[in-house]
């Protein structure tokens, strides 16, 4: 039976068993992420399509010039660096659904306007604007899964979260390869793999109005009895479909459901150096994740390969993608999250040294996967990772803050890989990366706090 209304809404969530209900919550939250994937990732596979259009070059006349399709990559990141920082205490305030519905939307219209720009400053305007929506919608599918998931099955669910999620990049890069070197019916086939993404958000928006809110945010803003009927509604699926009563909540000594919080909390003890640890990290994470998911087209052809070819190898070194967290899904748990991160980050600079050394197919495609792999298990590790250090109060402001850093460091990062390319080739830029993740494994690995199978409210204490 359902636990009684004493018991507080954090301890009912965290002695759930495993089972469909919890399965399909974080599925529906996973399917609106697949676009937000779709939209980050066809930066790199419409790239070609830009340049041969003539709306972007490779490397613009000046360093920060709109000319350059380093631009493009830099718009996509000052928007998610706009909406991390300033529009995810939405979240904390309005609650995990709500915000979830607005940033799709936000994300579906200035897309669809996006793929009727014709001139670099009007495709550089509305990915911005179209990449605000998907700053907020990122930190807040975070914090929506570390409320709702068990402590035990944290890292399985972010892993299975970006399984979800990645599958949206073999699609994308298979339809850029097979669209943006055409044109169709005289409409250039970047435009339509645009769209696509666009059309798409629209209709998971529709399915995910079946989600509940969040109980433990609810129960934090003093709604106990919402919190308490959805618990109520859970508990009874979960009974129904294990045909087993659930056991009794396990609060904390003096563990309460209302809380409230500020910003400033952030720089207060104990969550000081888990802010600075997490800003240093996000500072260096995404030069290697973004630096290689981003630019992947660019490096082949910079090569030498046709921008066909191109594609077809970046296709299949997509389907990587979704693979890499199926993967490491079955460890994501049995040891600490921090020490994955770190040989995650290490595992990235190894592999990007070794594919920046390749000329023939198999060497490019075999390294390419590997540290495709390798990104993806440090991206769902840390997902995870920076959502458990702070507490429900202030999760979503929290994250988005040190997590705006990751989107701030690739606003430039684009610019400077743009450079190194041109003046160092791909050898230079994975130097460059490798020297990032090392930074990344020493500050997570040496200084993290541990978080594995703990409650959230524990690793918050």
Known sequence: MPASLDATIAARLDRLPNSRVMRRLVTLISLGGCFEFYDIFFTAYVGPGLMKAGIFSTAGTALFGLAGLASFVAALFAGMFVGTIAFTPLSDRFGRRSIFTFALLWYSFATVLLAFQHTATGVVLWRFIASVGIGVEFVNSDAYISELVPKDRRGRAFGYNQFVMFIAVPVVAFLSWILVPRTVAGFDGWRIVVLIGATGAIFIWWIRLGLPESPRWLANRGRIKEAASIMAMLETEIEQETRRKLPPPQP????????????????????????????????????????????????????????????????????????????????????????????????VAVFGLMFSQQTGAAGILISGILVTLSNNWMSFSFHAYQAELYPTRIRAQAVGFVYSWSRFSTIFTAFIIAFFLGRFGTTGVFALIAACMVVVAVTIGGFGPRVTRLRLEEVSR
């Open 252 to 347: 904390f000594e003096g563990e309460a459901d209302t809380a409230t919080g500020s910003w400033w909390e952030i720089w207060q003890r104990p969550y000081l150096g888990r802010t600075v640890i997490l800003v240093i990290f996000n500072l260096f994470q995404t030069v290697g994740y973004y630096g290689f998911a981003s630019w992947v087209p660019v490096f082949l052809i910079s090569h030498g390969i046709d921008i066909t070819r191109s594609l077809l190898y970046t296709f299949i070194i997509a389907i990587a993608n979704p693979i890499g967290p199926l993967i490491f899904m079955g460890i994501s748990d049995r040891f600490e999250r921090k020490t994955q991160i770190a040989i995650a980050a290490l595992c």
